[in-house]
């Protein structure tokens, strides 16, 4: 059974950081993708940023220059680091991965439980 776990949410004043982790457990072959989303209370889950396996990434417009994504393909492991933060980054965050488990399975979309990031002004 593949999980997803975050970590790393918590707390901060503006214009601090945190740095979220998400670790993929289990048995697997490899995993593609990797993104994180958040929802904020009554809106819309919103894609903040991903990345391939390969390293391409791509972010929202409102976290470009001060969100970074990264991943560990060793560890089966992927980062968002969050500088700047401000108010409206108050969310929960969630992990999501494309994960098989074999070369000839086809890619599954996994999610994880979601960490909570709290920015005060």
């Known amino acids: 059974q593949v999980q997803l776990v975050e970590s790393g949410g918590g707390s901060v004043q503006a214009g601090g950081s945190l740095r979220l982790s998400c670790a993929a457990s289990?048995?697997?072959?490899?995993?593609?993708?990797m993104a994180w989303y958040r929802q904020a209370p009554e809106k819309q889950r919103e894609l903040v940023a991903s990345?391939?396996?390969?390293?391409?990434?791509t972010y929202a417009d409102s976290v470009k220059s001060r969100f970074t994504i990264s991943r560990d393909n060793a560890e089966n492991t992927g980062y968002l680091q969050m500088n700047s933060l401000k108010p409206e980054d108050t969310a929960v965050y969630y992990c999501?991965?494309?994960?098989?488990?074999?070369?000839?399975?086809?890619?599954?979309?996994?999610w994880g439980l979601g960490t909570q990031v709290t920015v005060s002004s």
């Open positions: 289990g048995s697997f072959f490899s995993i593609n993708n």
């Open positions: 999501t991965a494309l994960i098989r488990y074999s070369p000839s399975n086809t890619y599954h979309n996994y």
């Open positions: 990345i391939t396996n390969g390293g391409r990434t």
